[in-house]
């Protein structure tokens, strides 16, 4: 099962990194779906940094940045996957 927990604000193609603003908790480690129109994966949360310092877990009201394996859009929802 997966919770809606932010969206995509914006995203550095170049870098892969996406700008995520999130509604509830987000730590390392985790795992994340980004599901959009034409976005639809998902991956471990392996790093995550606000303002350019590395961070293990951000919470409801922040925008952290985080290394994509995929194009995102700006749009897109986040959910983070609940381990059965």
């Known amino acids: 099962m997966d919770i809606r927990i932010g969206k995509v604000t914006h995203y550095f193609d170049a870098i892969s990194v996406a700008v ?3 509604q509830q908790e987000l730590k ?3 795992t ?3 599901l959009g129109r ?3 994966f998902s ?3 392996t790093s995550m ?3 350019h310092q590395k961070i293990q877990t951000g919470g ?3 925008e952290v940045a985080l290394k994509v394996i995929a194009p ?3 749009g897109d929802i986040l959910y983070k996957v609940l381990q059965d």
């Open 20 to 22: 995520l603003e999130l």
């Open 32 to 34: 994340i779906h980004i």
């Open 49 to 51: 940094e606000i303002e």
């Open 28 to 30: 390392v480690g985790e």
């Open 38 to 40: 034409q976005t639809d």
């Open 72 to 74: 995102v859009r700006e």
């Open 60 to 62: 409801p009201g922040a």
């Open 43 to 45: 991956q471990q949360v």
